[in-house]
């Protein structure tokens, strides 16, 4: 089965620290989404990329929050630096450029900033 | 902007028993309906996905109808079972590329 693979699963690090999340879609897919889950906030949108272009990013602290294709095989998110209000699951999804497809997500990179 | 709303939050039901869970939603000008399961510490996995144009979508047990006018999506599971328990979250899509979820609401089967 095809699927959107995440690393690392977890991953617990000290405030100040730089945290790289990594993110392989789908093959075949053109479009990759960065979400972070919270309790108190749900699923938010980080950010966009259609065809490795980064198109929204407006849901990112742009001060420590990065986000990269450096090829349609990988994606990144890069936290630099990193604080507790940052501990949250990080989800990558992909899918296709219509609108009338499914999303489909990875596992998740549990993040814990001390 | 739109705003996603999920009641209850929180369901226990005995094994065997029909599940129905709400979604409604306030802007009705959607692409589509998306319904997610999500296990502990794992990802969302997709159930259904239900078009604009569409009045609901089959999947097994799983049956999702949408009501666009109204601004609703209903998922019932027939006939649940202990391994149903998960948190199940709608996302509806409003345009070419955003999500907007629900805080989900998490089912539990009791055996």
């Known amino acids: 089965d095809a699927r959107v693979t995440q690393t690392p699963r977890h991953k617990v690090t000290e405030m100040g620290q730089e945290v790289t999340m990594r993110c392989q879609p789908i093959l075949g897919h053109n479009t990759v989404f960065w979400y972070r889950q919270t309790m108190m906030q749900g699923l938010e949108l980080l950010a966009y990329f259609r065809n490795r272009a980064p198109l929204d990013d407006s849901g990112m602290p742009k001060d420590r929050f990065s986000a990269e294709m450096p090829d349609a095989t990988l994606a990144t998110l890069k936290i630099q630096p990193s604080e507790p209000r940052d501990s949250a699951v990080y989800f990558c999804?992909?899918?296709?450029?219509?609108?009338?497809?499914?999303?489909?997500f990875g596992s998740g990179t549990q993040l814990s900033v001390l | 902007k739109q705003e996603v709303t999920q009641i209850p939050a929180a369901l226990s039901v005995p094994e065997g028993e029909n599940l129905v869970l709400n979604c409604s939603f306030t802007d009705s000008a959607i692409y589509n309906l998306q319904w997610f399961r999500q296990d502990p510490g794992k990802g969302l996995t997709s159930l259904l996905l239900i078009q604009s144009s569409q009045r609901e979508q089959t999947s097994g047990r799983l049956n999702a109808s949408l009501d666009k006018s109204s601004g609703r999506s209903t998922l019932y599971i027939a006939a649940s079972q202990p391994g149903d328990s998960a948190t199940y979250l709608c996302a509806s899509r409003t345009n070419d590329y955003k999500l907007s979820f629900g805080a989900g609401t998490t089912v539990t089967v009791r055996a």
């Open positions: 999804a992909s899918g296709l450029s219509s609108p009338f497809e499914k999303l489909f």
